[in-house]
């Protein structure tokens, strides 16, 4: 594999660091140098493929913390689990796919609609069977009767259909969290709270309790592996942490014992909110039958208001709030999804830097790869983006298409750079 060498690049290192002009050499898989001048970093040496960026950022590839690949853009869980299981998995197949062209190269998986779809997925993907980020492949999600993700019928003699998986105490959560390990996955998911999109059990509930949580995680960390949790509500998002859930997604409503728990485990533990569904649901919805006043009246601007407020009060305390979280219905189509970073400074307090932070360094922790992913180093997996324009200046560019101008994974381009003369690349003789 020829080295690959970047000039006339503003490098946004993805960390605390201000941008700068520079050159970066890939090597293999992974950067080799970092130059701070316009003098390309190692020289032209034979057999190199240059690629001048006329200028253009580049920047590392982002990272999706809340991922539902196998979400089929429906506007209800019962019609994204009645697609059929061969139609799925493609489905999953193609959007893995498009995930990587739109500039992730990083996605950790929040539940599949079937048992082993994320597994298959992140398997492909990892034996270059098809195209597609770093993937950590979850499981169903796990819920208990009434919760969120039951979705049994009584008339049905299949009470095995359901979005999610339905467990009765701790020994059923037993059988169901070692029946996912058993099939590969990377983390367990539990859904401790409700959430307004199902009515039974709206957004501030709180639905399993300590013995089922313990039992999963008992075995999950007897494997070494994650658990993450669904946890709108304070007492949820209490309990995750009581029971080492390190990713925990929504949180919120938070109180300040809630906010003290996080910030002393802030070390430890990531929040994914995804705020863009919440925003979406009041303002996006009405083309799939749900109105703004039909959001208000579900909990959704009570859930907004206090979500909004418990972020930005984690944000100040320093701890690590990511992009991502549900993508993948009707009205938050996928690969839209770096809109959370515009949120993230329009609603949350963030700069621009710490929102490209929140999607870049930080997704090199929360993908278990701290010194791998994250960050434009020496040393570092060439997971790269190259993008037309200054992301700090207008970060909904790293949405359109268009500005993605090349997107690198492990040192192979996915997407490669166009051949035109303001962005010229060319193999050095």
């Known amino acids: 594999m020829a080295d690959v060498l970047f000039t006339n690049v503003r490098i946004l290192e993805g960390g605390t660091q201000p941008p700068y002009q520079g050159s970066v050499r890939v090597s293999g898989n992974r950067i080799r140098e970092v130059g701070r001048s316009l003098a390309p970093v190692g020289g032209f040496n034979s057999g190199v493929q240059v690629i001048d960026a006329a200028g253009a950022t580049l920047m590392p590839g982002m990272c999706e913390a809340h991922t539902h690949f196998s979400w089929n853009d429906a506007a209800t869980l019962a019609a994204i689990q009645a697609m059929p299981l061969e139609e799925h998995v493609l489905w999953c197949a193609k959007v893995a796919g498009r995930y990587l062209q739109a500039g992730f190269t990083s996605c950790v998986g929040a539940a599949c609609a079937k048992p082993r779809l994320d597994v298959v997925t992140r398997n492909a993907i990892n034996k270059g069977q098809i195209p597609g980020p770093r993937y ?25 259909f359901s979005f999610g998986v339905n467990v009765n105490g701790a020994d059923d959560m037993r ?38 949580v313990a039992a999963a995680m008992q075995e999950v960390k007897m494997r070494g592996k994650r658990g993450v949790a669904h946890a709108r509500s304070a007492d949820s998002v209490k309990q995750a942490l009581r029971h080492g859930i390190e990713l925990i997604y929504h949180a919120s409503y938070t109180d300040t014992e809630t906010l003290d728990l996080l910030e002393a485990a802030k070390n430890e533990v990531f929040v ?35 979500a909004i407020e418990s972020l930005r009060a984690m944000h100040k305390r320093g701890i690590r709030v990511l992009p991502g979280g549900d993508y ?4 938050t189509p996928h690969c839209q999804n770096s809109r959370d970073l515009e949120f993230f400074v329009k609603y949350l307090g963030m700069t621009p830097m710490e929102a490209i932070r929140s999607t870049a360094e930080f997704g090199g922790p929360v993908m278990k790869q701290p010194h791998d992913l994250g960050l434009v180093k020496p040393g570092y997996l060439a997971d790269l983006l190259l993008v037309d324009g200054d992301p700090l200046a207008n970060l909904a560019i790293l949405r359109d298409p268009k500005r993605i101008l090349a997107v690198m994974k492990d040192g192979v381009f996915a997407k490669a750079p166009p051949v035109a003369s303001e962005r010229r690349w060319e193999r050095a003789a």
């Open 136 to 160: 950590l492949a979850a499981s169903q999600e796990i819920t208990v009767p009434g919760g969120l993700g039951d979705e049994t019928l009584p008339h049905l003699p299949f009470p095995e």
């Open 175 to 212: 059988k169901a969290v070692r029946r996912f390990l058993a099939y590969g996955v990377d983390s367990i998911k539990l859904n401790l709270s409700g959430d307004n999109f199902t009515p039974q059990s709206p957004a501030g509930t709180t639905w399993m309790t300590d013995a089922e």
């Open 272 to 306: 994914a909110p995804g705020i863009a569904i919440l925003y979406a649901m009041l303002h996006e919805a009405e083309p799939f039958g749900i109105t703004h006043q039909m959001a208000v009246d579900m909990g959704y601007q009570d859930e907004w208001d206090n």
């Open 328 to 331: 993948g219905f009707a009205f």
